[in-house]
């Protein structure tokens, strides 16, 4: 994979950031992570050994922001390098920064920011990334999702909700590209402990009965897909 991209949004910490350092491990691709803080980016990059941050690349990009989608995909158009494929990572979950709402108590912001970034703009993308890898008749495009799609728990029905839209747009993504080397997947994890959840995950798998994975060996399933899975596995729970 080499003189080659790995695209993955959300990455300046998580699941995304260990996403990042697994590819630089166990290939020798550059690796575009997007976020929305060019600080955190910045700690992300001087925390990796010296031989790999040559080959991390940052763009700062607020996926609630039309304007920084727009200037991401203008940025991926203008990439000379073949983009090998990209992790789709971004994901807001209201509840961890509201507390579980059920739906009478959801405030219209709150659904239109979450529909936006986790729907709107992860379709705005995944459209240019796959024109992109239709034309190089390869190309691999991994989105996260949750459990939470399927489980239905209380207090995260948006959250849910949205995490389903990309059940269908894997599924159609796959038969509309597949016979063009394009390979899609959709993972699912359960809870995990990041910097964004640490505060809660314990608490809420403890109350749910769920387990908490760690951010590293959820990356560590998610890259194994992305360099060896089933064409045919579109959708997988972690």
């Given amino acids: 994979m080499g003189d080659t991209v790995i695209v993955i949004t959300g990455a300046s910490e998580g699941i995304g950031y260990e996403c990042a350092k697994a590819l630089l491990d166990r290939t020798d691709a550059s690796v575009l992570v997007t976020g929305r803080c060019a600080e955190k980016l910045q700690r992300a990059r001087e925390a990796l050994p010296a031989l790999q941050r040559d080959r991390l690349r940052t763009h700062v990009c607020d996926q609630g922001d039309a304007r920084a989608v727009d200037e991401l995909l203008t940025l991926l158009a203008a990439t000379d390098e073949p983009l090998d494929g990209a992790i789709l990572t971004v994901g807001v979950n209201p509840l961890y ?3 579980p709402r059920r739906l009478h108590a959801l405030d219209s912001g709150t659904i239109d920011d979450t529909i936006r970034i986790n729907c709107t703009h ?8 796959v024109e992109r890898f239709r034309r190089q008749r390869a190309g691999v495009l991994i989105w996260i999702g949750s459990q939470a799609a399927r489980q239905g728990v209380p207090g995260a029905a948006l959250y849910g909700a949205t ?9 159609a993504t796959h038969h509309e590209y ?4 394009v390979r899609v997947h959709l993972l ?4 995990v402990r990041t910097p964004r959840t640490l505060t809660v995950a314990d608490e809420f798998g403890a109350k749910h009965g769920r387990p908490v994975a760690e951010a590293c ?7 194994d897909v992305f360099l060896t899975g089933d064409p ?7």
């Fill in 97 to 99: 920064r509201e507390g």
């Fill in 217 to 223: 060996d959820v990356a560590r399933q998610v890259v």
């Fill in 163 to 171: 995490k389903a839209f990309l059940s269908g747009l894997a599924v």
């Fill in 178 to 181: 597949a016979d063009r080397g």
């Fill in 122 to 129: 992860t379709l705005r993308i995944t459209a240019a990334l």
């Fill in 188 to 191: 699912h994890p359960g809870i």
């Fill in 232 to 238: 045919a596995a579109v959708e997988t729970d972690l």
